[in-house]
């Protein structure tokens, strides 16, 4: 079995998803990334957690051009993988309750997404990581312009502009690294092979650095992405915050600094400043905030701000933190959207102000938003602490002061978050929030198993954090033998 | 080399048919007589591609000519099946249409595997000869008349600079063979006269102006928008592509030895032909007069492959030829339907073509997806062919630039998309006829299938 | 080239161009008086004998007339016209050939203005540029018969053009070559290797074809109609007088002249006259060349005139369908059979 | 002088050269600055011609006769350029009743 | 091969232009000078058979004569094509001949096309 068959299900199952009617393509498309999940688990079951790649396959593409369908599964791969597989089921079953116009198509862009980013995270050859890179950003543009808000034309062209324009930039690297290799391949290991000059180094540096601070987005690469959120369906901003975000990250991981240990060794000082003011940034703008999915938008410029900063911290724990982090905050972002959805169906708006109470009405809905709150505040024995402690201790092993201001930092967000929930859930009752009805349904089942989750991850991380361990071990050992400027 | 012969014929055929009121076979017998070329045309394909001259060393049917060939008939096939019902209503000369693009095409064939400056420049000349009528069919349209008259009178101007170069280049090596001219640049490097240089840049003036690059470009947007759109399909899909092949087919076999001469002026004109044709699409609020000045702009990255040139560059002209203009094809197949319907070219009469026509919205979101270079469609492929060209070269200056160019490509290019899925207007559903359906729905597949697996076809030319 | 031979050739310039202008003055009178004869009357008879200087007397009242340039008209080149219809008409000479050589004091004077490789092309163009006279001159007279006179003039020399040209196609491919003096020496006598020499008689459809275009090419009736005066006054020259006038009048005889010479040339054997093999003195066989080449010339002035008062004019249609539709069409099969013809019978 | 060859030799190749560009150069001038169609297509006819003078004479020069025939290719060119530029310029002139190119701006350039 | 013209053989051309450019030019003088001049406005408006002259002269003419002029100009090409082939005829022998009549049906075909379209017809 080669990861393939994990690549091309969804593409098929998209296609597929089209000729159903709009009521069944939920269903339809529901089962399809069930089957996605249930190769996914079987993956993880028999895959062995050591460095090596796995379900490895290998076709020619493009030959003349050292082009490889070239992709298999590692210990990195696999999380985000399992992260993808897990999340999309979640999102499908989540737009349930929603009557989208034209709903079949929806499904497909789904379905063809998750494609892209499974290709992503599972790609060894450049072109192929491109290929799905972008494959990924199409469908994510048609969802949120189609069926996104009130300015979402001029919202959408920005955001795809920023990608795109990154992106490319990242091809440029890519083309030029390539261009570098003795056998003219495509193949990640040739790419990590290559010993380059820090000149070059610094080209291919800012190439992919581009690229990936766009995606995540690292401060002041952001801007982006707040209004994207907004405008975005619920379906498109989970599928935005859980899963596509994290492309950036991976891809920092396994592109970034491997091909230019140098330039990363020069520069990764800086990328870690960034990461750092995104976190205080990310966290002041959340506090001002009226709008919950605006608020939970920027508080998830700080939470990757951190992600990135613990990967840019270049240790195993920064990165093992990163890894389990990507999908505690997947997991508890595309809760928080939903319970945001929830309510904004509900109630018809998002302003935090106008609410309140809503506990007394809904208790349990208020349990959930309580425990996903918990989450996001990474309270131990949920699942935000272990990546967020791995995180810090990352940090602050490389730097102390960065280490305080992030801590410092994850305080403060606790005190935004709480206050929102606070907010919303606790006070008196009024007239607004007097109508609202508990969740029930497909709801509940999203919510419980978000908030299953979010537990299970919480008290027992350690397959999790095995699964990795290894690969990221390696990784960080290979990279760091390459280093010969010094480090700040 | 039958394929020249039988495009030759063909339109002589179809003047006949047109004289004895055969209105009805035209169509069918031009694009049988297409077929039949394309078929003899692929017959000529050799593995190792060993085709030697012939003709008195006229003509050099290679893989490169029958790659560029193959091309060019596929796209005027579905050029023609467009045009059904499409000339009634211009004009009642419908043979003659037909005949002058064939005719035309004939042209292109020659441009493409000429092997002496002669045939070159007559090819040119065949094409745009018949060029100039197409562009004012429209007799009693004063835009129409007016596209003609400026590509005539620009035509002539350039080739009027094409031939003194060719004069001169003669007067320097006494020869119009292509492979005379270099032996003779590589056994006499050191008294290379200026009267060669001369004729190099002249040359470079002459064809740029033919494929519509900047700073010799401003008489493209005017032609294209006044030509009929089928006719600007034409000029800017096929036309330019052969332009490009004889483009590079000179300067790759015959100028390659002293590339570093006029590298650095195709360079700067590349340059500037990119930001150019970008920017000034960006401000067009018609699709079709967008539509010509991001040609221009696709002629900037086509240039790539001339300004780094190298083995793999009649590749990259070819792909992105290829992407180019089936997205073309479907782009301005949708065009003429929308037109039909709003009687506008602007971007508003693409309002809220999805919901009533979700087929017709799709395959022209791909043709857009594919100009503007987004992968798994065939127009990405294009541009990763010539972006590693030009990065094999060690043009990162170059790249950046175009990266720029790429990005701001889009914002005109999604502006369609924008407005077919995301605008809203009361709009009846427009009819798509079957031969369009099938013309739309192949060109689409193949941008498609180009995108996905590009090998089918990349390996035509080695 | 020596003085000598400078003075002879330009001597042999002025000869040939005083004996055009004479021979086009008398063809005036010549002319009227055919005409006289075929209508059965007298013709001009008061100056001079039988009214023999009747030409001069014209030509001096040409001189003597006022001359009107309309204020419409565009004065340069009101003037330039006739003077251009003229003098492509006096240079066409310069490349028949007139005689044989002679030899006087051991200095051979060919009786050719000059023998370029070139000659009929030569002819061609002077001819071709004679139309721009007539074309310029009914334009720039401002008036609506000229202007109808000029563009029927300019439409229906080129028409002609183009079958005089393909008939002329097959008569090269018997002589291969465009020199004048060639043609005329390789139809040297009349007999020959038992054929007929004569082009005339290797090319009849050929020659056929040539004088119907000379005819349309000198504006002569049948096919005058850029100057038919029951339709346009007087076509191109309508609103001319004295000596402009008679440069026009003047350039149709020359160009009558010039063209029977050239036809004589071609296909009737030029100065070659039957037996001229007998006569063993150089010089006495060149002087009859000269003799046998005018009769053939006046011969051929002579049919221009029968033709004119015999035949009716053409309607302008089927003037231009007799030029495109039968002409043409019966000089490319003149060409086809030729070159079969002569593939066949080496 | 024996032969046209080796008089068109006597001239050094550089004035046919110069000559030619003289010529072309003019004909760039009139297409530029002039309005009137028919003027400059009469320019570029001068440009045409212009090259033809000057194959002709490295024809000559070279002893070799492709020029001459490229020269023969330039005609029948120019004649066809004739034909269908008087066509255009004929139909705009019915259309506009002037053959000024300056009328000729509906379409922005 | 034949002898060639050398431009001497073409000295007496220009001379026998400027002969009769001299004849003419003196011929438009001296009759530019002795001729009477008295002349009156009727004399110079332009003749229209006594009536009142109406517009002007230049006026469009019909399409007909454009298009004549125009396939003269093809054609007469097409006939310049021909003539190196006549004058080497000999030496071509039937590849020669075949060749140019393959040319020639070419050409015919334009020619019928044009008779056939009716661009000959005048009416």
């Known amino acids: 079995m080669t990861v393939s068959i994990l690549l091309f299900l969804p593409v098929v199952a998209a296609v597929l998803t089209l000729f159903f009617k709009n009521e069944v393509a939920k269903h339809a498309a529901l089962f399809f990334a069930l089957v996605e999940l249930g190769l996914a688990i079987s993956f993880v079951t028999g895959f062995v957690p050591n460095a090596s790649i796995q379900y490895l396959v290998d076709l020619p593409w493009i030959p003349q051009f050292g082009i490889y369908f070239s992709a298999g599964i590692d210990g990195i791969s696999m999380v985000m993988v399992l992260l993808t597989t897990v999340l999309v089921p979640l999102i499908i079953l989540s737009t349930y309750e929603h009557q989208y116009k034209n709903g079949k198509a929806l499904y497909a862009l789904i379905l063809f997404m998750q494609a892209g980013l499974l290709t992503v995270f599972t790609a060894l050859d450049g072109f192929l990581f491109y290929v799905g890179w972008e494959a990924a950003l199409i469908p994510i543009y048609f969802i949120c312009a189609l069926w996104g808000g009130e300015n979402r034309i001029r919202v959408n062209i920005k955001f795809f502009i920023y990608t795109f324009a990154g992106s490319l930039f990242m091809l440029v690297a890519i083309i030029y690294l390539y261009l570098q290799t003795p056998s003219k391949l495509y193949d990640i290991h040739s790419f990590y092979e290559l010993s380059l000059s820090l000149k070059q180094q610094n080209w291919i540096f800012w190439g992919f650095f581009i690229a990936f601070a766009i995606k995540m987005p690292i401060f002041p690469f952001h801007t982006w992405q707040p209004d994207t959120y907004t405008e975005a369906p619920t379906a498109g901003t989970m599928m935005l915050s859980g899963i596509m975000l994290k492309m950036g990250i991976y891809g920092v991981i396994r592109w970034l600094i491997p091909n230019a240990p140098n330039a990363f060794a020069y520069w990764g000082y800086y990328a870690l400043i960034l990461s750092v003011i995104g976190i205080v940034y990310g966290s002041v703008i959340a506090f001002r905030q009226k709008d919950g999915k605006r608020l939970v938008a920027y508080s998830s410029i700080a939470h990757v701000g951190l992600i990135a900063a613990g990967i840019f911290a270049w240790s195993v724990q920064g990165v093992q933190g990163a890894m389990i982090q990507m999908i505690s905050h997947g997991i508890n972002v595309v809760g928080m959207f939903f319970i945001w959805d929830i309510i904004s169906r509900r109630l018809g708006t998002r302003d935090i102000s106008l609410m309140g109470g809503i506990a007394k009405v809904a208790p349990k809905f208020s349990i959930a938003f309580l425990i996903i709150v918990l989450g996001t505040v990474a309270l131990p024995l949920t699942n935000g602490f272990v990546g967020e402690f791995l995180l810090l201790k990352g940090v602050y092993n490389y730097t102390i002061v960065f280490a305080a201001v992030a801590g410092l930092t994850i305080i403060f967000g606790a005190v935004y978050m709480l206050r929102m929930y606070k907010n919303v859930m606790q006070g008196e009752l009024n007239e607004l929030t007097a109508t609202f009805t508990d969740i029930k349904g497909s709801e509940r089942l999203v919510l419980g198993i978000i908030c299953a989750l979010i537990i299970i991850i919480g008290v027992y991380p350690q397959p999790l954090l095995h699964l990795s361990e290894a690969s990221v071990t390696n990784l960080i050992q290979t990279v760091s033998a390459k280093f010969t400027a010094t480090k700040f | 080399m039958t394929s020249i012969i039988i495009i030759s014929i063909l339109p002589i055929v179809l003047l006949y048919l047109g004289l004895y009121k055969a209105q009805k076979a035209l169509l069918p017998v031009a694009v049988l007589g297409l077929l039949a070329a394309l078929v003899t045309s692929v017959l000529q394909w050799t593995i190792l591609d060993e085709a030697q001259p012939i003709y008195n060393g006229m003509l050099l049917y290679n893989n490169f000519s029958v790659a560029f060939s193959v091309i060019s008939i596929i796209s005027t096939i579905l050029i023609l099946l467009l045009s059904k019902g499409y000339f009634e209503k211009i004009s009642n000369h419908i043979a003659e249409y037909y005949a002058i693009i064939l005719f035309s095409l004939a042209g292109i064939i020659v441009m493409v595997s000429y092997h002496n400056l002669t045939m070159m420049f007559i090819g040119i000349e065949i094409m745009s000869v018949s060029l100039y009528i197409l562009a004012g069919i429209r007799k009693n349209d004063f835009a129409s008349n007016e596209a003609a008259l400026k590509y005539f009178l620009m035509g002539a101007f350039s080739t009027g600079f094409l031939l003194f170069g060719i004069a001169l280049i003669y007067g320097a090596t006494g020869t119009f063979d292509i492979d005379g001219i270099r032996d003779w640049l590589l056994n006499s490097p050191r008294k290379i006269d200026p009267l060669f240089y001369t004729g190099v840049m002249l040359i470079i003036v002459g064809l740029c102006f033919k494929v519509g690059a900047a700073p010799f470009h401003f008489w493209t947007p005017d032609v294209y928008e006044g030509a009929p759109s089928l006719i600007t399909l034409f000029m800017s899909t096929v036309v330019k592509v052969a332009g490009f092949a004889a483009f590079l087919r000179l300067f790759s076999a015959c100028f390659l030895p002293i590339a570093q001469f006029w590298t650095p002026v195709l360079l700067v004109i590349t340059i500037i032909t990119l930001f150019v044709g970008n920017i000034t699409a960006l401000y067009q609020q018609s699709f079709k007069r967008m539509m010509a000045f991001s040609s221009i702009s696709h002629a900037g990255y086509l240039m790539f492959a001339i300004v780094a040139i190298g083995a793999a560059s009649a590749n990259a002209i070819f792909m992105y030829a290829t992407a180019y203009s089936i997205a073309s094809i479907i782009a301005f197949g949708g065009l003429i339907l929308v037109r039909q319907q709003t009687g506008t070219d602007g971007f508003e009469g693409f309002n809220g073509l999805a919901n009533k026509n979700p087929f017709l919205a799709l395959v022209l979101t791909v043709a857009m997806l594919s100009l503007a270079g987004i992968p798994l469609t065939a127009g990405f492929i294009g541009k990763f062919y010539m972006f590693s060209g030009a990065l094999s070269q060690y043009r990162i200056w170059l790249v950046i630039v175009a990266v720029v160019n790429a990005i701001i490509s889009i914002f005109y290019y999604f502006r369609v998309i924008v407005a077919m899925y995301f605008r809203n207007a009361d709009r009846e559903q427009v009819e798509v006829p079957a031969y369009y359906k099938f013309v739309l729905g192949f060109s689409a597949l193949a941008t498609i299938l180009v995108g996905v697996y590009p090998t089918v076809i990349s390996g035509l030319i080695k | ?346 | 002088m024996e032969s046209l060859t080796s008089t068109i030799q006597a001239v050094p190749l550089n004035h046919y050269i110069f000559l030619s560009a003289i010529i072309f150069s003019i004909g760039v001038m009139g297409v530029l600055l002039r309005r009137n169609a028919i003027v400059i297509f009469m320019s570029v006819e001068l440009m045409l011609n212009s090259v033809n003078l000057l194959l002709t004479a490295f024809s000559v020069y070279r002893g070799d006769a492709a020029g001459q025939v490229f020269v023969f290719f330039i005609m029948a060119l120019a004649a066809a350029e004739v034909a269908v530029g008087l066509a255009i310029i004929v139909m705009i002139y019915r259309n506009t009743n002037s053959i000024d190119i300056n009328v000729l701006n509906r379409l922005k350039w | 091969m034949e002898a060639q013209s050398l431009p001497v053989n073409y000295l007496p051309i220009i001379f026998q232009m400027l002969v009769a450019m001299g004849f003419v030019v003196t011929t438009m003088f001296v009759t530019h000078k002795i001729g009477p001049k008295r002349q009156t406005k009727d004399k110079l408006t332009p003749f229209e058979s006594g009536i009142e002259v109406v517009g002007n002269a230049r006026t469009p003419a019909s399409i007909k004569y454009f298009l004549v002029a125009i396939l003269f100009v093809l054609f007469d090409v097409e006939v310049i094509f021909m003539y190196p082939w006549a004058v080497n005829f000999r030496d071509m022998g039937k590849t020669g001949m075949i060749e140019m009549f393959i040319f020639m049906a070419t050409l015919l075909a334009g020619f019928i096309y044009v008779i056939k379209k009716k661009a000959l017809d005048w009416d």
Not at chain 3, 50 to 74: C, H, R, S
Not at chain 3, 125 to 139: D, Q
Not at chain 3, 232 to 249: D, I, N, P, Q
């Open chain 3, 1 to 346: 080239m020596e003085l000598i031979d400078l003075l002879i050739k330009i001597a042999l310039i002025v000869v040939i161009f005083a004996i055009s202008l004479v021979v086009a003055m008398y063809s005036t009178y010549a002319e009227r008086k055919i005409a006289a004869f075929f209508q059965d009357r007298v013709g001009p008879n008061r100056a001079g004998p039988w009214g023999i200087l009747q030409p001069l007397a014209d030509g001096g009242k040409m001189f003597l007339k006022e001359e009107i340039i309309p204020t419409n008209a565009t004065g340069f080149l009101f003037i330039v016209g006739p003077s251009l219809a003229i003098l492509t008409a006096c240079i066409g000479s310069a490349v028949i050939p007139w005689g044989q050589n002679l030899e006087i004091g051991g200095r051979v004077i060919p009786l050719q203005v000059t023998d370029i490789n070139v000659g009929i092309l030569y002819i061609f163009g002077v001819v071709s540029l004679g139309v721009y006279g007539i074309m310029i001159g009914g334009w720039a007279s401002n008036n609506k018969y000229s202007l109808l006179g000029a563009i029927r003039a300019a439409s229906q020399n080129i028409s002609y053009e183009i079958s005089m040209g393909l008939s002329i196609i097959a008569l090269l491919m018997v002589t291969g070559t465009l020199s004048l003096g060639e043609i005329a020496k390789q139809q040297h006598g009349f007999w020959a290797d038992g054929y007929f020499s004569w082009n005339v008689f290797k090319q009849p459809l050929g020659f056929l074809l040539f004088i119907v275009c000379a005819f349309a090419e000198t504006n002569r009736s049948p096919f005058d109609l850029p100057e038919c005066e029951t339709e346009l006054v007087g076509g191109y020259h309508t609103e001319y007088s004295s000596m402009k006038l008679g440069f026009y009048l003047f350039a149709e005889y020359i160009n009558m002249f010039i063209s029977s010479a050239v036809m004589a040339t071609l296909y009737f054997g030029g100065y070659n006259f039957p037996f001229m093999d007998l006569i063993h003195s150089p010089n006495l066989v060149a002087i009859l060349g000269v003799v046998a080449l005018f009769a053939k010339i006046f011969l051929f002035i002579f049919f221009f005139m029968w033709v004119r008062w015999t035949i009716p004019r053409f309607r302008y249609d089927q003037l231009m369908d007799l030029g495109w539709k039968t002409l043409i069409p019966l000089a490319i099969a003149n060409i086809v059979l030729t070159g079969i013809f002569m593939t066949i019978f080496k």
